[in-house]
């Protein structure tokens, strides 16, 4: 099959193999010895500034390139857009699963892949709401459908954590897609109470920062680039751990 059609993956030109351009007979073939490589994203509000998408599409950017920069033999599953954000959903704009449905979701998908003869699952988290769900789906399919399981959060392999539609998301939403930037708000939000080794979580944090997080006028196209490749290199460099290991 040709690179052009999108049906197989070459390493000398880095063809990323996707698993809805894939026949079913193709897939039969290459899933028992690829890493099958699902993002997991959100839709809902991030500011008056950011589009509501922001999370899919900066875990699917980050996915994408790196596996246009490993050698590893994979499978882009499709990604899953919705997550767990219930926490958003009274600013409007957001599309919610309940964490408890997300979980459900995800053992479904590890399941399908294992019928469908995969062996290796990876789960790449682009939200924080998804974190739970995602690290209990894949601690389960290894008991429930005998796959060898790996789950990261994206923003891990770049070093820097991103705040809430903060300076680093908004740095690199600006980096890819500016056209759907809006006004950046010119002021600080409020910042969550910090007590060592603490998960805080106030009420009426997200009310009190208009739902978004940091100084987003700080933000800046070349920080975002730069962020952006950091977490490309080393989510790259992982990937072809895995599949040594997996």
């Known amino acids: 099959m040709s690179a052009g059609a999108g049906t197989c993956r070459k390493d000398s030109d880095a063809v990323i193999t996707r698993w809805t351009e894939l026949d079913r007979e193709r897939l039969t073939e ?13 839709v809902e ?16 950017t980050v996915v994408e390139r790196a596996l246009e920069a490993t050698p ?12 767990a954000s219930d926490q958003h959903l009274p600013f409007g704009g957001t599309l919610s699963l309940r964490p ?12 399908s892949v294992a019928e469908c003869g995969g062996r290796r699952l990876v789960l790449v988290n682009g939200h924080g709401g998804n974190q739970g769900a995602c690290r209990d789906a894949a601690s389960a399919a290894v008991v429930r459908y005998g796959l060898s399981t790996a789950y990261l959060n994206y923003w891990d392999m770049a070093g820097e954590a991103p705040s809430h539609a903060g300076v680093v998301e908004t740095s690199a939403v600006l980096a890819l897609r500016p056209d759907l930037v809006q ?34 006028a700080r933000a800046t196209a070349a920080r975002g680039e730069k962020w952006l490749e950091a977490a490309v290199t080393t ?10 290991v997996l």
């Open 235 to 244: 989510l790259a460099a992982r990937l072809s751990e895995l599949e040594r």
């Open 100 to 111: 408890e449905t997300l979980l459900a979701v995800l053992l479904d998908l590890a399941r």
């Open 45 to 60: 509000q991030h500011g008056p500034h950011l589009p509501t998408w922001t999370d899919a599409l900066l875990v699917t």
């Open 183 to 216: 006004e950046l708000p010119d002021r600080a939000a409020p910042a969550i109470p910090q007590v060592p080794d603490v998960l805080v979580q106030p009420a009426t944090f997200w009310r009190d920062a208009d739902g978004y997080t940091e100084n987003p």
């Open 72 to 83: 590893a033999r994979t499978v882009l599953a499709p990604t899953l857009m919705t997550g």
């Open 30 to 42: 290459l899933l028992p010895g690829s890493l099958v490589v699902l993002p997991v994203g959100a």
